[in-house]
T-cell receptor, first 113, second 113 residues
Framework: GNSVTQMEGPVTLSEEAFLTINCTYT??????LFWYVQYPGEGLQLLLK?????DKGSNKGFEATYRKETTSFHLEKGSVQVSDSAVYFC????????????FGKGTLLTVNP | NAGVTQTPKFQVLKTGQSMTLQCAQD?????MYWYRQDPGMGLRLIYY???????DKGEVPNGYNVSRLNKREFSLRLESAAPSQTSVYFC????????????FGDGTRLSIL
């Protein structure tokens, strides 16, 4: 079956530091890949997505590239802010008619001033 | 701009009680989903409805039932609540297709004593 593995947190950074959160996946077919963000007390919000190999998703300074050869979709940001403190989830949706999401366990990011 | 609305936001039940969690979306989405979120487990799919009139089991359906009342509404019912069902429940909706992101409500925090 499908699975998503994220680096375990928590991750604590200082403001303006570089962020990488690793995500690797196992899937049959050609999945679409997503990063979602969850701020305290809220639901999940889509951060970015990529639907085919070598696509780069980007939003709010975050980027992730769909790497089929390494089955990875690592999240990066060059300079984090305190407001980026949240839980980040990597997820995949299998291709074809099956579009359920499979989530990683989430990575808690705390950014200190 | 309501998006996905869940009610109630908080609920405390006693073991054996029943209740229904309500979810409604105003984005004309075909597909709707129910997840539970537990610490260290990420989000796990309980049930989903690919389109009005259809429902299917997800990863953890035991102890739950669902009803897709119409295109807008998708309810989750606990017939006889158990402490193991203490969790945060999220409803989501999406357009049809594996590359379509899901839109989440703010969650229902349910405690079962």
């Amino acid at each position: 079956g499908n699975s998503v593995t994220q680096m375990e947190g928590p991750v604590t950074l200082s403001e303006e530091a570089f962020l990488t959160i690793n995500c690797t996946y196992t899937a049959t077919g050609y999945p679409s890949l997503f990063w979602y963000v969850q701020y305290p007390g809220e639901g999940l919000q889509l951060l970015l997505k990529a639907t085919k190999a070598d696509d780069k998703g980007s939003n709010k300074g975050f980027e992730a590239t769909y790497r089929k050869e390494t089955t990875s979709f690592h999240l990066e940001k060059g300079s984090v802010q305190v407001s980026d403190s949240a839980v980040y989830f990597c997820a995949l949706s299998e291709g074809g008619s099956n579009y359920k999401l499979t989530f990683g366990k989430g990575t808690l990011l705390t950014v200190n001033p | 701009n309501a998006g996905v609305t869940q009610t109630p936001k908080f609920q405390v039940l006693k073991t054996g009680q029943s209740m229904t969690l309500q979810c409604a979306q105003d984005m004309n989405h075909n597909s709707m989903y129910w997840y539970r979120q537990d610490p260290g487990m990420g989000l796990r799919l309980i049930y989903y409805s690919a389109s009005e009139g259809t429902t299917d089991k997800g990863e953890v359906p035991n102890g739950y039932n669902v009803s897709r009342l119409n295109k807008r509404e998708f309810s989750l019912r606990l017939e006889s609540a158990a402490p193991s069902q203490t969790s945060v429940y999220f409803c989501a909706s999406s357009l049809t297709g594996s590359n379509q992101p899901q839109h989440f409500g703010d969650g229902t925090r349910l405690s079962i004593l």
